[in-house]
């Protein structure tokens, strides 16, 4: 195997082996705790601008399949495992991890002490980084490193989204069926505004009866309004919130005109339409065993999470109710408006594999739907 060595801007070097396609990459280096799910995080849009860790030690055993993807194909800049397996065990495999890396160019690295790694993020914050199967001069790395922008002010929407309008036609996977199972009969048509959105996400409209029209992040509110839809869903998406004040002046424009539900990148969005304001975190919610308390429930519900940014709590007017709350930092989770029809979470209550924890939050879309 190739050598192949990580640099972080804040000089930190460490030495290990290619796990993907031959070349150099560069980004926001973060982590993610998941066990599994390891082919939807390399596909999911919000990932777009950074260089992503697993903390789990063995990656790749299961291998990967296109029926597990939440978008196109990879959209990480970049990989970093402990150890990616190089013997998939599963009869859903069509590929393994590294081969899959190397079709797509994407540049990992394997072999290095991803717990030291990830201690290193959570004590000093997100850092850029850059790894290299090319360049192994500590030095010169570590000059690309520190000269890679960060995600702040970065408007990473527009290099995800739609570039055009199109319906979307899967439900839920099915174990004996595939994505070929009778769906739903359509009852309610929703709008989504495709910030970076997940598969996943539009699966669950489907299963919940929706007929779904999938739009680019920079539709016009008043192009929406033609449509004539029962809600509008605002989708998860990479990078600042405060990077894409177009995407805040239509959601703003859609405020009591129809249902609105909105997911991680759309929360923050929404929050910012509302009048509030977002921030960055020290090192972000990444992973599906987040503890988030629902407070009109008392109860705690495990969820998935992936996100760098959050609403700002303290900034939300008194119309906004502040309905969830995550347990391990306290930072806003969920809110909805008082008198509006209108909701969002910063959590994934899709994820897939899961926790599951959360999937009501599509029920009640449905039911603001039907009382509209």
């Not at 070097?13 to 280096?29: I, M, N, R």
């Amino acid at each position: 195997m190739a050598e192949a060595m990580l640099a972080l801007a804040d000089g930190t070097v460490y030495k290990g082996t290619s796990c993907g396609a031959e070349g150099e990459t560069a980004g926001e280096v973060v982590f993610n705790t998941s066990l599994t799910g390891y082919p939807e995080v390399l596909t999911d849009p919000s990932y777009k601008g950074q260089i992503v860790t697993m903390t789990y030690p063995l990656i790749g055993n299961y291998g990967l399949n296109e029926e597990d993807f939440e978008s196109r194909g990879p959209m990480v800049e970049g990989f970093i495992v402990k150890e990616a397996s190089p013997y998939p065990s599963s009869w859903r495999s069509k590929t393994g991890l590294s081969d899959f890396l190397r079709k797509h160019g994407i540049v990992g690295i394997q072999g290095i002490d991803t717990r030291a790694l990830t201690r290193r993020i959570r004590q000093r914050g997100v850092i850029e980084g850059a790894i290299s199967t090319v360049d192994r001069d500590p030095e010169s790395l570590l000059a690309k490193a520190r000269t890679c922008p960060g995600l702040i002010g970065r408007d990473l929407v527009k290099e995800v989204t739609c570039q055009s309008s199109y319906e979307w036609d899967k439900g839920t996977w099915r174990l004996e069926s595939g994505y070929l199972h009778p769906i739903p009969e359509a009852r309610f048509s929703v709008v989504a505004l495709d910030f970076g959105i997940k598969f996943n996400i539009l699966r669950k409209l489907i299963e919940h009866g929706c007929r779904v029209t999938v739009v680019p992040a920079s539709t016009s509110a008043a192009e929406i309004l033609r449509r004539n839809p029962d809600g509008i869903f605002l989708s998860n998406g990479p990078g600042d919130p405060a990077a894409v004040p177009y995407a805040v002046d239509t959601v703003r424009q859609l405020l009591g005109k129809k249902p609105i539900f909105g997911i991680c990148l759309g929360h923050q969005i929404l929050g910012q339409a509302f009048g509030g304001s977002t921030y960055k975190l020290k090192f972000g919610h990444r992973g599906g065993n987040h503890p988030v308390l629902n407070r009109h429930t008392g109860q705690v519900e495990i969820t998935a999470q992936n996100h760098g940014f959050a609403v700002d709590a303290e900034s939300l007017p008194s119309e906004v109710e502040l309905t969830h709350v995550n347990l391990n930092d306290h930072t806003l989770e969920g809110m909805r408006h008082r008198e509006m029809p209108v909701f969002s979470v910063q959590y994934h209550p899709e994820a897939s594999p899961g926790p599951h924890d959360a999937g009501y939050l599509f029920s009640r879309f449905i039911d603001l739907m039907k009382g509209a």
